[in-house]
T-cell receptor, first 121, second 109 residues
C-alpha cells in the first residue's frame, strides 16, 4: 500500500536556525497538509496546500513558516528562525481529492506519514 | 467553534473484555468523523470513517447526531489493540481536521 514518507525522522537544530522538513506524498494525491503535535498535546492543523498554493492555514502558521512543492514529488515545510516552542512532531498528510467534494466525488481521507521529530536546543 | 472531546486519557481493559472509546464533537452541520490509531509512536493510521460504516480489526463506530458522538467499540479486546486512538472531525468548507486529545488503550493479558 502506498505511504506518505517523511525525512528526516529526527531533526535537532539550534534555536534561530532555519529547518526544512521534507515529505513525499502518495503519488496520485493532490492535497497536502502539515500538522504538528507538541509532546503530550493534541495533533494540530498547520496548513493545507493544493494546486501550488496554500488553501487554508491556522493561526499557528505565521510568517516564520512556509510550504513549497519544489518538484513533482516533494512537499516541504520550512521554519525560518526556529524557537524552542517549535519543538514537536510534525506530520505530513495527503489526500486524493478534496476532503469534502461535491456529490459526484467520493470522500477521500487524509493519509499521514511517520512524522519528523523536531528538537530545538 | 468546532471541537472534539475524548474524555478518557487512559483506558485499561482485560483481554477479551468489551471496549468503548468515547468521542464527542461540536459541530452543528453535517460532520465527517474518523478514528485514527497510532501504534507505539508510528504514523497515524486511518482506522474508521463514519461515511463508510465498515468494521476494521473488529472495531465499529456509529455517528449519533443527536448526542453528537462517534464512540469506537470492539466487543472483545486483543492485546495488539493497545495503542493511542484519536478521534478527528472535518466538515464542509474546510481542509483541516480537528483532533481530540487521544485515548491510550491498554489491553492487559
Amino acid at each position: 500500500e502506498p505511504e506518505v514518507t517523511q525525512t528526516p525522522s529526527h531533526q535537532v537544530t539550534q534555536m534561530g536556525q532555519e529547518v526544512i522538513l521534507r515529505c513525499v506524498p502518495i503519488s496520485n494525491h493532490l492535497y497536502f497538509y502539515w500538522y504538528r503535535q507538541i509532546l503530550g498535546q493534541k495533533v494540530e492543523f498547520l496548513v493545507s496546500f493544493y494546486n501550488n498554493e496554500i488553501s487554508e492555514k491556522s493561526e499557528i502558521f505565521d510568517d516564520q513558516f512556509s510550504v513549497e512543492r519544489p518538484d513533482g514529488s516533494n512537499f516541504t515545510l520550512k521554519i525560518r528562525s526556529t524557537k524552542l516552542e517549535d519543538s514537536a512532531m510534525y506530520f505530513c498528510a495527503s489526500s486524493e481529492r478534496r476532503p469534502f467534494g461535491q456529490v459526484l466525488y467520493p470522500y477521500q481521507p487524509q493519509h499521514f506519514g511517520d512524522g519528523t521529530r523536531l528538537s530545538i536546543l | 467553534a468546532q471541537r472534539v472531546t475524548q474524555p478518557e486519557k487512559l483506558l485499561s481493559v482485560f483481554k477479551g473484555a468489551p471496549v468503548e472509546l468515547k468521542c464527542n464533537y461540536s459541530y452543528s452541520g453535517s460532520p465527517e468523523l474518523f478514528w485514527y490509531v497510532q501504534y507505539s509512536r508510528q504514523r497515524l493510521q486511518l482506522l474508521l470513517r463514519h461515511i463508510s460504516r465498515e468494521s476494521i480489526k473488529g472495531f465499529t463506530a456509529d455517528l449519533n447526531k443527536g448526542e453528537t458522538s462517534f464512540h469506537l467499540k470492539k466487543p472483545f479486546a486483543q492485546e495488539e489493540d493497545s495503542a493511542m486512538y484519536y478521534c478527528a472531525l472535518g466538515w464542509p468548507g474546510t481542509y483541516k481536521y480537528i483532533f481530540g486529545t487521544g485515548t491510550r488503550l491498554k489491553v492487559l493479558a
